[in-house]
């Protein structure tokens, strides 16, 4: 068998002429996959009856339709939206700045960094932000002696409470996705930018952050998704986001699964808008990397 | 001849190992000095140690007549800054076996990087003389091509002109061409051959001894952190005097 595909491959020796060329012309048909479509119709059955299930249950869509763009569903909605943005964003600083603080030489930057994500990682996210809300009952005046002083109540409003517990939360998680990105970025890198003499400072800026950025953009990205989710949890601290706002309504008009439907929807599609947009950022920061070709397959990528 | 590099008593431990013994060298500007030996002798670590990628455990080194990496404040030296130290490397340019090229920046991008960056010198300027180094290397048509796009030996010869984009007093080469397929080393020799003739003072860690007989003023055989022979390519590399740099002829050879 291996002898003959070797001898018709070489096209040569006399024994050729055993095979026949004129079937070189004849139609190749694949391979037919019975399985795939056995399993096609099984689900086809089963997504049939959950639909008819929902249709005929005990769901007014009218009503979700009638509060789709209600009033405080938008403001919930553009209220989740900005809490998102802001307590991601300070996720993301405070998260670059402890992971240098837990690479660096000096050990106080360190054990200051080790600590914040061992008790920020270490407690629940909702208990946090029960604390943040409640801190006026530890300290009841906050300020700087002589320049201003302030009511706690006054100032760990919910929306304040909840940008604290979601972004200094987030910010331990962060952190060590941008110290496993850093730790991506081949040591011979440092060597060539402290050659050309740059400082650690702007090695860093200039040559490992943007290199790194393409292990963190992925699970980033990730986190933003949930960052999206999890704010609804600042509805127990009565922050006015897209489920406080559904529930509000809900304790009125009693259409509870209504109501969880119009905000589930929302809670989609902007998680929809947000993959599209990290696909992009991730191309973006991919740059000469795709297209390796000396050393190929230097490093496994992990993403999902 | 005034000496670009001095090493006195330079020792050097990575743990238990001792990589650098008692070195204390004088290389003269002006000359390409090729550093051969086997493997674990200490050769690239002293070349990592001029260019401070290494701290030195004792002793002393100067640069171009500068005490590198400490200042001496009567008898003791006190460790430099980060910044003092990025300026020190500004002497002398480094070329690595694994060429370190940045990855997410093309081959113009590279070479413009130190000078933009560090030297605050104007980018157009930058990118005049880049595309210049880029063409005396032989790859004036890869400027825009990464690093990944380029095979090893246009990697190397780029890493050459970022280097050589600082315009350093000195280049130091870590064996620039071990990590290299072998139909690839010849490119990478000549634009080394090109240099030496320009008259740039050049330090090269090899196991080219082909090169070093041809291109080097001096050789110098290294073993167990120390230096063992000193001389021209002739008395080092033809006429060995003693008997483990004898040894490490012939096992190269063989």
Redesign the interface.
């Known amino acids: 068998m291996s002898s003959a595909a070797a001898q018709s491959a070489s096209g040569s020796g006399p024994k050729a002429e055993r095979f026949d060329p004129s079937i070189a012309h004849l139609t190749h048909v694949p391979r037919r996959h019975y399985g795939r479509w056995i399993a096609s119709l099984l689900i086809l059955i089963v997504f049939a009856y959950v639909a008819k299930a929902f249709a005929e249950g005990q769901i007014d869509w009218k009503v979700v339709g009638q509060f789709f763009t209600a009033q405080s569903i938008l403001s919930g909605l553009g209220n989740t939206i900005i809490m998102t943005i802001c307590a991601m964003a300070l996720g993301i600083a405070l998260g670059v700045l402890f992971a240098i603080m837990v690479m660096s030489p000096n050990p106080v930057l360190k054990g200051v960094a080790v600590f914040y994500i061992w008790f920020f990682r270490g407690t629940p996210l909702l208990l946090q932000l029960l604390i943040w809300f409640n801190l006026a009952l530890v300290f009841p005046r906050i300020g700087i002696p002589g320049l201003f002083e302030a009511r706690m109540v006054d100032v760990m409003t919910p929306f304040v409470a909840t940008l604290l517990g979601l972004g200094i939360n987030q910010g331990a998680y962060t952190a060590e996705v941008v110290r496993s990105g850093i730790l991506s970025v081949?040591v011979?890198?440092t060597?060539?930018?402290?050659?050309?003499?740059?400082?650690?400072l702007?090695t860093l800026r200039?040559?490992i952050l943007?290199?790194a950025m393409r292990v963190i953009i992925p699970p980033v990205g990730n986190e933003v998704i949930s960052m999206v989710k999890l704010t609804s949890i600042a509805s127990v601290i009565g922050y006015a986001e897209v489920l406080r706002n559904a529930q509000t309504i809900y304790y009125a008009n009693a259409r509870v699964i209504e109501l969880l439907i119009v905000a589930a929807a929302w809670y989609l599609m902007i998680v929809t808008v947000l993959s599209v947009g990290q696909h992009f950022l991730e191309r973006y920061f991919a740059?000469?990397?795709?297209?390796?070709?000396?050393?190929p397959a230097a490093r496994p990528t992990l993403e999902s | 001849m005034i000496p670009i590099v001095v090493a006195a008593d330079v020792r050097k431990a990575f743990g238990s190992v001792q990589a650098l013994d008692g070195v204390s060298i004088e290389i003269p500007a002006g000359q390409v000095m090729c550093i051969v030996g086997p493997s674990g002798s200490g050769k690239s670590t002293l070349l990592r140690c001029i260019n401070q990628l290494e701290r030195i455990d004792s002793g002393a080194i100067w640069v171009d007549g500068e005490l590198i990496g400490y200042r001496r404040v009567g008898d003791k030296l006190y460790e430099l800054t980060d910044a003092e130290i990025a300026r020190q490397r500004l002497t002398s340019g480094m070329v690595f076996q694994r060429f370190n090229l940045f990855q997410h920046m093309t081959a113009l991008e590279n070479i413009i990087e130190g000078p933009v960056t560090v030297q605050k010198r104007r980018r157009r300027d930058a990118v005049d003389e880049a595309v210049a180094l880029l063409e005396r290397v032989g790859l004036g048509a890869k400027r825009d091509s990464y690093p990944s796009e380029l095979s090893g030996g246009q990697q190397q010869r780029v890493a050459i002109a970022r280097a050589l984009a600082m315009k350093p007093k000195l280049m130091l080469f870590d064996e620039p061409t071990s990590a290299l397929d072998p139909e690839l080393v010849g490119e990478v020799l000549s634009v080394m051959r090109d240099l030496a003739s320009s008259g740039m003072t050049m330090i090269v860690v090899t196991h080219e001894l082909g090169f070093a007989r041809e291109v080097a003023n001096e050789v110098v055989f290294m073993d167990r952190g120390a230096i063992v022979e000193r001389g021209s390519p002739q008395e080092v590399l033809v006429h060995p005097q003693q008997q483990r740099t004898r040894d490490f002829i012939a096992a190269v050879l063989a």
């Open positions: 081949d011979g890198q060597e060539a930018a402290k050659s050309i003499g740059m400082t650690r702007t200039r040559i943007p290199q740059k000469g990397q795709s297209r390796r070709k000396t050393r």
